[in-house]
Structure formats: C-alpha cells, structure tokens
C-alpha cells in the first residue's frame, strides 16, 4: 500500500524575509515509529525573498544538499566559496567536523529545497561540491544528483542515499528509479502527478517501503524529486540539525 504525506501549512514557520515548511519524511511511514526516513532526517521547502541575508553559522555532521528550483542565491563559506547557486547550479554541502556558510539573495527571490541527511560517520572532514547543469532539471528524464561514495554521481553523499529530478511535460508519465534494497520517497516539487490511484500536488509526498512505485503521471508541468534510501543505512546523530530530529527505534 502507497503512503502519502500530504503538505501541511502549518508546519511552515516565517522569519523575516524567508519562509520554510519543515517536513519529517519518516512520517510517510508511521509504523516504523522513527519521523526520518532513515538516514533522510529533514526536508525544509523554502522560500526567499528578495533581499534574505541568513549569516555565517556553522553546521556539523550534516550532509546537506541545496536543492535550488527557482530563482537564485548566494553561497560564502569558510573555504572561501562565493558561488551562486540556481536550478542549474546545485550544492552539496558534507559538513563534517565543521563547516561554515552564508546564505543569501541578493538579486532575485529563491524557491528551493534544504536536505539534512545524516552521515554514516560522524566528524569526516568538511568540505562542499558544485553540480552545473547548463538547462537545470531534465525535461521527461530523470537526473541522477547525488550517490553514495563509489558511485558515479555529479555530487557525493556520504550515506546510503540517492538522488534523482526530473521536470516533466503535462500528460507525460515515467517510470520512478529503483534501486535494490532501497526504499524510494517521491517528492512533487511543483505542479500535479496520479500515481498508483492518488493525486499529488505541489509539496506532497509519496513512498511505499515494500514495493516498488507504479509510473506516475503528471497532469500538467511538473517537476519531481525522488530519493533512494537505505532505511537501515548505519548513521551518527550528531549533526547541527539531522541529528536533532526524529527518532531512532
């Protein structure tokens, strides 16, 4: 049976120029009593005005990627990046021991997704990593973004996860990626899709942790994020946020 976690207002929460709704995607599946999904802690769906300045803070023991679907934002960080980010620019950010960054949008306003994945060891050295693509997401074809180590991937996720995007044309239906042992967590990032008789909008959620998802559909311009996860993925507690939320059975 597909589980579906439907966007909630109220778990957006404004401050200042900027507003995030903060999803649990373990909530997707409630008999495992854990709000991560696995090693997928925390997915925040953001906006940004025009003008948002979120100023140096550190993170620890987060892998975080910056999902960016409209508009653009400015990264600085403690290894000297001053890079703008953009759906054809995309970050992944393995915090490790220690990284800093700044986040801002200086220009234009910014729709966006920030992924707190939990790494498999804690304290790994910090660093970050940039994806460019010239024309952003695929059009009818999925994307492979992220990977664990090994894998040959555009960003490196030190976890057992992967990451796919796709934007797809109105009555255009594809199949969802798969991986042997891995649970898929399906994201609509914008626009409408039918999959397996439910019909999602933009910020829903579809997973089914023992079969595979049917094709999916979308009903008019969409644009999908899809995750692979190994539920049972070893991974430390420790980071800035991945660790703070959800809970371990």
């Known amino acids: 049976m597909f589980n579906v976690l439907r966007a909630e207002p109220k778990t957006t929460f404004e ?5 995030i709704r903060r999803m649990r995607p373990g909530q997707i599946l409630p008999e495992r009593g854990d709000d991560a999904f696995g090693p997928l802690s925390v997915i925040d769906h953001a906006n940004l005005e025009q003008g948002t300045l979120v100023k140096m803070h550190e993170h620890n023991n987060d892998e975080i990627l910056s999902y960016m679907w409209r508009g ?5 960080d403690s290894a000297g990046n001053r890079v703008p980010l953009s759906p054809k620019k995309l970050m992944m950010m393995n915090a490790g021991e220690s990284f800093w960054h700044e986040e801002s949008t200086p220009l234009v306003s910014a729709e966006m997704l920030q992924i707190f994945i939990r790494p498999r060891k804690a304290n790994l050295e910090g660093r970050v990593q940039f994806m460019e693509r010239r024309d952003g997401p695929k059009q009818n074809a999925w994307t492979l973004i992220g990977a664990p180590e090994g894998i040959d991937s555009l960003l490196e996720i030190r976890q057992a996860i992967y990451i796919y995007d796709t934007r797809l044309d109105a009555d255009t ?27 999602l909008a933009k910020g829903d959620a579809i997973s089914d942790e023992a079969s595979a998802l049917t094709p999916a559909t979308a009903t008019k311009e969409t644009t999908l994020v899809c995750f692979l996860v ?20």
């Open 230 to 249: 190994y539920l049972d993925a070893e991974s430390v507690l420790e980071g800035t946020i991945s660790g703070k939320f959800g809970n371990v059975k």
């Open 72 to 76: 653009s934002m400015v990264h600085e």
């Open 15 to 19: 401050y200042g120029p900027f507003r």
């Open 173 to 199: 239906t594809i199949e969802i990626p798969t991986h042997p042992g891995f649970a898929q967590w399906l994201y609509v990032m914008d626009g409408e899709m039918i999959i397996g008789g439910h019909t």
